[in-house]
């Protein structure tokens, strides 16, 4: 798996900010939500074990 893109947006009431995996167009996207207080990249295990689309 390859490192995720990071990206962040500032918002009057705070910052938000994601981290992307794979290529956009290249299937469909899947959103992975965390609770306050832990961090995104807790979700590169649950990312690595998704089945990849066919070459």
Do not use: Y
Not at 6 to 18: A, N
Not at 33 to 44: I, N, P, V, Y
């Amino acid at each position: 798996m390859s490192e995720p893109r990071e990206h962040r947006q500032e918002t009057p009431d705070g910052d938000i900010c994601w981290f992307e995996w794979g290529e956009r167009g290249e299937r469909a996207s899947l959103l992975l939500l965390h609770a306050t207080g832990f961090h995104a990249r807790l979700w590169d295990q649950v990312v690595a074990a998704l089945p990849r689309a066919p070459t």
